[in-house]
């Protein structure tokens, strides 16, 4: 193998000239591949022994780089400033969006943000008509009415997109999932609660300005008594008011990313219960906002209660860790005891809830055990949360006396993979033969007092649990993200399995198709 001389040619002042590098200084990174037997070279070039941590590239550089010096101040200002600058920059921003495949495939959530717009405007213009022709409010009365009818809007939006039981039947429906984007509930959730802080910050302000310019009494005399009779209920709107900015404050705050992801999921649990007290004095403030909030809230009351009887129920919601594996990444599977009338479909998400870790915290996480599996459930955790890293760490550090304490069997797939799983595929034979088909002979979590014991709720339904209804499904993902898919693809090997059919006369082995797919439309599944 022969190693010439390199030449590279830099852009320096408008014009081109060849630079020789001496053969001292390149850096060859040999690997040899033993299956093609060749020699695969890379090479970094550097300037001299002081450029050290400059590698330079093939392709043409200026000479602040090639004289390894920052661009001065002014070059910097006039190539932010220029037109070509600005134009690189917003087709960079919109070069992957506004495109006729974009908007093809977010069809449903552009119309949904337009239909949530129009609502709010045509409420708008609605007050601002009324109030102008029939009323002849002045503009900060006109301000404060729009910033009301939109808050009340909006704190009705806010209750529906968190009503998960609703959700989980609308999804049902293939013609509503196909123009509703109910997998983004959560998120617009968050977005309308920004929302409510800018217009209660704009009704406020209106309010406390038409305050100002009134003359029948004092400015602190509006805001802080109940002397002026404002309101529905004994002039206490003002104050009501204030107790809702307080309340609305300590919520978002404690709503933050750095509060809920930053140790202390606790205080935004807590603060977030505020809601009762916010809609409760809301309704005592606001006139009208009782005809638009009982609906959606009653509904919202009731999927609360159903949470709540089947959460602690053992036959429903209150169950036990049978055994756990360390897996490598900083990834942890818990195997859980499957209560007897819990039912979900693959692709499935459930809120775990671990006293011993933490009591009142719930996380969602995607069950990647298959429905026909019945006697446990599996999760599949990475440790990158506050929580999520207390759980791995717990099962990790367990000694085996813990173990035996809590009735908990750790695999440590981290160490060993290949006796983790013969280990975990010996105990799922133990826990067929010891509980069977049979719901009646399972074991409760009653009678394993020291066992390490799981809240769930749920199941709730995601975008994966419609991958039955179609022909041809592609199903992408990466690290942990492929937990819905491992479901979904256990419960198609457990409908091969089920349609497994040995012929008596010849003994040869075929498949019933109509047990495998029978009422669904799926024919091939891609899974990268």
Same mark, same amino acid.
């Given at each position: 193998?022969?190693?010439?001389?390199?030449?590279?040619?830099?852009?320096?002042?408008?014009?081109?000239?060849?630079?020789?590098?001496?053969?001292?200084?390149?850096?060859?990174?040999?690997?040899?591949?033993?299956?093609?037997?060749?020699?695969?070279?890379?090479?970094?070039?550097?300037?001299?022994?002081?450029?050290?941590? *400059?590698?330079?590239?093939?392709?043409?550089?200026?000479?602040?780089?090639?004289?390894?010096?920052?661009?001065?101040?002014?070059?910097?200002?006039?190539?932010?400033?220029?037109?070509?600058?600005?134009?690189?920059?917003?087709?960079?921003?919109?070069?992957?969006?506004?495109?006729?495949?974009?908007?093809?495939?977010?069809?449903? &959530?552009?119309?949904?943000?337009?239909?949530?717009?129009?609502?709010?405007?045509? !409420?708008?213009?609605?007050?601002?008509?009324?109030?102008?022709?029939?009323?002849?409010?002045?503009? *900060?009365?006109?301000?404060?009415?729009?910033?009301?009818?939109?808050? #009340?809007?909006?704190?009705?939006?806010?209750?529906?997109?968190?009503?998960?039981?609703?959700?989980?039947?609308?999804?049902? #429906?293939?013609?509503?999932?196909?123009?509703?984007? *109910?997998?983004?509930?959560?998120?617009?959730?968050?977005?309308?609660?920004?929302?409510?802080?800018?217009?209660?910050?704009?009704?406020?302000?209106?309010?406390?300005?038409?305050?100002?310019?009134?003359?029948?009494?004092?400015?602190?005399?509006?805001?802080?008594?109940?002397? =002026?009779?404002?309101?529905?209920?004994?002039?206490?709107?003002?104050?009501?008011?204030?107790?809702?900015?307080?309340? @609305? +404050?300590?919520?978002?705050?404690?709503?933050?990313?750095?509060?809920?992801?930053?140790?202390?999921?606790?205080?935004?649990?807590?603060?977030?219960?505020?809601? @009762?007290?916010?809609?409760?004095?809301?309704?005592?403030?606001?006139?009208?906002?009782?005809?638009?909030?009982?609906? =959606?809230?009653?509904?919202?009351?009731?999927?609360?209660?159903?949470?709540?009887?089947?959460?602690?129920?053992?036959?429903?919601?209150?169950?036990?860790?049978?055994?756990?594996?360390?897996?490598?990444?900083?990834?942890?599977?818990?195997?859980?005891? &499957?209560?007897?009338?819990?039912?979900?479909? +693959?692709?499935?998400?459930?809120?775990?809830? !671990?006293?011993?870790?933490? *009591?009142?915290?719930?996380?969602?996480?995607?069950?990647?055990? +298959?429905?026909?599996?019945?006697?446990?459930?599996?999760?599949?955790?990475?440790?990158?949360?506050?929580?999520?890293?207390?759980?791995?760490?717990?099962?990790?550090?367990?000694?085996?006396?813990? #173990?035996?304490?809590?009735?908990?069997?750790?695999?440590?797939?981290?160490?060993?993979?290949?006796?983790?799983?013969?280990?975990?595929?010996?105990?799922?034979?133990?826990?067929?033969?010891?509980?069977?088909?049979?719901?009646?002979?399972?074991?409760?979590?009653?009678?394993?007092?020291?066992?390490?014991?799981?809240?769930?709720?749920?199941?709730?339904?995601?975008?994966?649990?419609?991958?039955?209804?179609?022909?041809?499904?592609?199903?992408?993902?990466?690290?942990?993200?492929?937990?819905?898919?491992?479901?979904?693809?256990?419960?198609?090997? +457990?409908?091969?399995?089920?349609?497994?059919?040995?012929?008596?006369?010849?003994?040869?082995?075929?498949?019933?198709?109509? #047990?495998?797919?029978?009422?669904?439309?799926?024919?091939?599944?891609?899974?990268?």
């Amino acid at each position: 193998m022969h190693i010439h001389y390199c030449k590279r040619q830099f852009n320096i002042a408008e014009s081109y000239r060849t630079v020789f590098f001496p053969l001292k200084d390149l850096i060859l990174l040999l690997r040899f591949r033993n299956e093609h037997e060749t020699i695969e070279i890379q090479s970094e070039i550097y300037l001299n022994e002081s450029q050290r941590s *400059l590698p330079v590239s093939s392709h043409l550089v200026d000479d602040d780089r090639l004289n390894n010096t920052k661009p001065s101040k002014y070059r910097v200002v006039q190539q932010f400033f220029t037109n070509r600058k600005w134009y690189s920059y917003f087709y960079e921003k919109s070069r992957s969006k506004f495109t006729v495949n974009y908007l093809r495939n977010n069809l449903e &959530r552009i119309i949904c943000i337009i239909l949530y717009i129009l609502i709010n405007l045509g !409420l708008s213009l609605y007050v601002i008509v009324y109030r102008s022709t029939v009323t002849k409010s002045n503009v *900060l009365i006109v301000f404060a009415r729009i910033g009301e009818i939109l808050l #009340n809007f909006n704190c009705t939006l806010v209750i529906i997109l968190m009503l998960k039981y609703t959700i989980l039947m609308l999804r049902m #429906n293939k013609d509503l999932r196909k123009w509703i984007p *109910l997998d983004d509930h959560i998120d617009f959730h968050k977005f309308v609660g920004r929302f409510i802080t800018v217009l209660a910050i704009f009704h406020t302000i209106s309010h406390m300005a038409n305050f100002g310019r009134r003359t029948e009494h004092s400015w602190s005399t509006f805001m802080f008594t109940t002397y =002026p009779d404002i309101g529905w209920i004994g002039g206490f709107t003002p104050l009501s008011g204030i107790i809702l900015c307080i309340i @609305l +404050a300590i919520i978002i705050i404690c709503s933050m990313k750095w509060i809920r992801h930053g140790g202390h999921f606790q205080v935004f649990y807590w603060t977030h219960l505020l809601y @009762l007290a916010f809609y409760i004095v809301l309704i005592v403030h606001a006139r009208v906002f009782w005809k638009w909030i009982i609906a =959606p809230f009653t509904l919202f009351v009731l999927e609360k209660i159903y949470s709540n009887l089947t959460r602690y129920s053992s036959d429903n919601g209150r169950t036990y860790i049978l055994s756990v594996t360390i897996e490598p990444s900083n990834v942890i599977c818990l195997y859980i005891h &499957r209560p007897k009338n819990f039912r979900f479909k +693959a692709g499935d998400y459930i809120s775990i809830n !671990l006293p011993r870790i933490a *009591l009142y915290e719930y996380h969602p996480f995607t069950i990647s055990s +298959a429905p026909e599996e019945m006697s446990y459930l599996s999760v599949h955790i990475q440790a990158s949360g506050n929580w999520t890293k207390r759980v791995y760490q717990r099962f990790k550090d367990m000694s085996d006396t813990q #173990n035996v304490e809590n009735d908990l069997i750790i695999h440590r797939a981290d160490l060993n993979i290949d006796q983790a799983t013969a280990e975990e595929r010996q105990e799922r034979e133990i826990i067929y033969c010891e509980e069977g088909d049979d719901d009646n002979e399972r074991i409760v979590p009653d009678s394993r007092v020291h066992a390490e014991v799981a809240i769930i709720k749920g199941p709730y339904s995601s975008c994966a649990r419609c991958v039955f209804d179609y022909k041809h499904v592609v199903l992408i993902g990466g690290g942990i993200g492929i937990t819905p898919y491992a479901s979904i693809l256990q419960s198609l090997m +457990a409908q091969f399995r089920a349609s497994h059919i040995v012929c008596k006369h010849c003994q040869g082995h075929n498949y019933n198709r109509r #047990n495998i797919l029978e009422n669904r439309f799926l024919k091939k599944v891609d899974f990268i």
